[in-house]
């Protein structure tokens, strides 16, 4: 499903970065959040990441099904 979400990153003069982001999804938001779960894990290898699709949605997860993770927009 399409949303309208979007995200994007622009350079500063003084090195750092501007996001604007746009649409009912905070998307940029999302992917700070799933850093930060990554980095308090131990910045575990990709092989430690796994998804689960159900009739219920989609599910990030880092280790185990049951384990820290996150929902990706749908």
Not at 8 to 20: I, Y
Not at 26 to 50: C, N, T
Not at 60 to 65: A, K, L, N, P, R
Request: net charge negative.
């Amino acid at each position: 499903m399409a949303t309208g979400s979007r995200a994007r990153t622009m350079p500063t003069p003084d090195g750092g970065w501007t996001v604007v982001q746009r649409g009912p999804f905070r998307l940029w938001d999302q992917v700070e959040s799933a850093i930060e779960a990554w980095q308090k894990e131990g910045e575990p290898h990709q092989e430690g990441f796994g998804i689960t699709v159900s009739g219920a949605g989609q599910r990030v997860w880092i280790g185990t099904e049951d384990g820290p993770g996150w929902d990706p927009p749908t």
